[in-house]
């Protein structure tokens, strides 16, 4: 019914910038919030940054001034822009987005595969 599907990691070295990039796609009325979350092994996955459909934005306080959400309502995707990478920045990152239904609910549990950012030198 609906998908979202990330792109964009990669291997980086320190200090260096990545891009990443989401998709959602599916049968969906509209989509609120948007945002990142990360997961490294043997840690919960946690909160990265989130923008809601105005354009607002929230981010973690590791990644603040460093990452920049944006995302582009036409085209149903959302876009993390990351520098001054770091090597605990490494970890799979998801996108979720709040997707409003046709039936008038609100659904965010679905999560995509990921995408592997790596930051080492």
């Known amino acids: 019914q609906v998908q979202l599907v990330e792109s964009g990691g990669g291997l980086v070295q320190p200090g260096g910038s990545l891009r990443l990039s989401c998709a959602a796609s599916?049968?969906?009325?509209?989509?609120?919030?948007m945002g990142w979350y990360r997961q490294a092994p043997g840690k919960q996955r946690e909160l990265v940054a989130a923008i809601l459909s105005g354009g607002s934005t929230n981010y973690a306080v590791s990644v603040k001034g460093r990452f920049t959400i944006s995302r582009d309502n036409a085209k149903n995707t959302v876009h993390l822009q990351m520098s001054s990478l770091r090597p605990e920045d490494t970890a799979v990152y998801y996108c979720?987005?709040?997707?409003?239904?046709?039936?008038?609910?609100?659904?965010?549990?679905?999560w995509g595969q990921g995408t592997q950012v790596t930051v080492s030198s």
């Open positions: 979720n987005a709040a997707f409003r239904l046709y039936n008038g609910a609100s659904y965010s549990g679905y």
């Open positions: 599916g049968r969906f009325f509209s989509i609120g919030t």
